[in-house]
Nanobody
Framework: QVQLVESGGGLVQAGGSLRLSCAAS????????MGWYRQAPGKERDLVAV???????NYADSVKGRFTISRDNAKNTVYLQMNSLKPEDTAVYYC?????????????????WGQGTQVTVSS
């Protein structure tokens, strides 16, 4: 099995910063991409940022210039540095990974999700 464990969420004031971490562990052949999604109360789960093993990145327009995603491939860990936080950033943040897992006839691409970590930004 593959597990994703997030950490680093919490309560901050507007304009503050947080750094989220997500570590993947388990039976992993390789990780093609890792990313962060968020879901605010009553809203859909939306993409925040993704990063591939080749360090290509993609950000939601609402966080460009404020958030930075990075990845340590050796540790199977992804980070999200969040600066200049706004109240509208308040949400549960979920780690996501596209993982090649071992199978009898070759690796199979499977999507895994973390349990989520709460980020609350006060005004």
């Amino acid at each position: 099995q593959v597990q994703l464990v997030e950490s680093g969420g919490g309560l901050v004031q507007a304009g503050g910063s947080l750094r989220l971490s997500c570590a993947a562990s388990g039976s992993i052949f390789s990780i093609n991409a890792m990313g962060w999604y968020r879901q605010a109360p009553g809203k859909e789960r939306d993409l925040v940022a993704v990063i591939t093993s080749g360090s290509n990145t993609n950000y939601a327009d609402s966080v460009k210039g404020r958030f930075t995603i990075s990845r340590d491939n050796a540790k199977n860990t992804v980070y999200l540095q969040m600066n200049s936080l706004k109240p509208e950033d308040t949400a549960v943040y979920y780690c996501n990974a596209a993982v090649q897992v071992p199978r009898a006839f070759g690796p199979s691409l499977t999507i895994y999700w973390g349990q989520g970590t709460q980020v609350t930004v006060s005004s």
